[in-house]
């Protein structure tokens, strides 16, 4: 059990498990064609931050809701929201648009967390379907060996993905892990990458996600 920092007059901590606990709550009462059904989470820094995402299904699909949030108790990052995808057989995230951010921990921190949550999740089905037709947009576009390893340079170069994870994306496009993964076209790539990018620490996930998918959707055309 990691304990809470102590609250002061300018500041209010916000509990892993009480942000994670209400999100949940107002998940469900605005997602109602969805269902639960999975929840990942990690911690970092002796449990100093915190990074977890919530999967939501509407259907038989391959491609889930998903909400990530990331939270601290050492006041490094502000607590952050931000909409995307899971792919359901490897639990690859995709996010797009931006981290919804709360930059003051207040007396009246827990009416602007729910206030975030509300309006984050309102907007969650819209990023979600961008999300389903940049992935089907890449099933369709082909994607050699040439096109992952200049690609690979440019995201390292980016600062996108890091010297230790470019061997995981090598790997993992060359070798892939999973069968579906095994064609040669853009959405495979972008697996690749979204596997290497598990590695990251929590107060960096978000933004590299969306970073990839924004340079992805860019260096592809896919109008986003």
Known sequence: MVPLP?????????????LTDRLLTVSRDILTDYCLVG???????????????????KEAADLGLCIAI???YDRSMSVGMAIGATVFICVNL?????????????????TTLEDLAISTIYRSQRNF??????????????FSDSDAFSTMGILFGMDIVSPRQIPIVKEEWLRARHEVF????????????????KSCPPNAIMEKHIRLHREMGK?????Q
């Open 94 to 110: 995709a996010l797009t648009g931006e981290i919804a951010v709360m930059k003051k921990h207040t007396k009246n921190v827990w």
């Open 182 to 197: 095994r064609e040669r076209n853009a959405w495979s790539f972008y697996n690749a990458c979204t596997e290497a990018l």
């Open 129 to 142: 379907q961008t999300i389903q037709v940049a992935s089907e947009r890449m099933r369709g576009i082909p």
């Open 70 to 72: 990331r939270n601290n």
């Open 39 to 57: 929840e990942k989470y990690a911690l970092a820094r002796q449990g100093q931050q915190m990074f977890a995402f919530l999967q939501f299904r």
């Open 6 to 18: 102590e609250e002061t007059d300018s500041y209010q901590p916000v509990s892993h498990y009480d």
């Open 219 to 223: 260096r592809l055309q896919l109008g």
